[in-house]
């Protein structure tokens, strides 16, 4: 009985490790440290500020309001990324990391365009079998 749970714990443990969390841009302003580390899918207006960022809106980037914004950390070649998918309302699945006294959207696996409702970036670096489960 013990093998049996040990091995379902275990089985378990990749969908709890890739699971990925759904956070709004409010929420993950506000209280950032509360998703350090975990993977989120995050809606937003993306843009190139001082740096490129997630912002609630396309009005507030436009303003260049950088307190209603997250930093996004585009390690993709070329800014691939950013290039691909500024200037749009994106959802973004990314982990969320402290850079010194600030957070940042980092190892962004993809970047969904909503207005197409498709893909504008994909991450083909990361292994498919660790790309974290989600349902979009």
């Known amino acids: 009985m013990i093998k049996f749970i040990l091995c379902v714990s275990l089985s378990l443990l990749p969908m709890v490790a890739f699971s990925v969390q759904d956070v709004s841009i409010f929420r993950l302003i506000v209280e950032p440290e509360k998703y350090e580390n975990k993977t989120v899918r995050v809606k937003g207006y993306l843009d190139i500020a001082v740096d490129t960022a ?18 996004v950390n585009d390690a993709s070649q070329d800014a691939s990324m950013t290039v691909s998918c500024y200037e749009r309302n994106v959802s ?42 989600d349902n979009g």
């Not at 609630?56 to 997250?70: C, G, K, L, Q, Y």
């Not at 973004?92 to 207005?115: A, C, M, P, T, Y």
Request: aromatic share 8%.
């Open 92 to 133: 973004i699945v990314g982990v969320i990391r402290r850079s010194g006294n600030h957070f940042k959207i980092d190892s962004i696996q993809r970047v969904l365009e909503l207005s197409q409702n498709k893909y504008c970036w994909i991450d083909t670096v990361v292994a498919p079998s660790k790309r974290p489960k």
């Open 54 to 71: 997630l912002f609630v809106n396309e009005d507030f980037a436009r303003m260049n309001d950088i307190p209603s914004s997250i930093p």
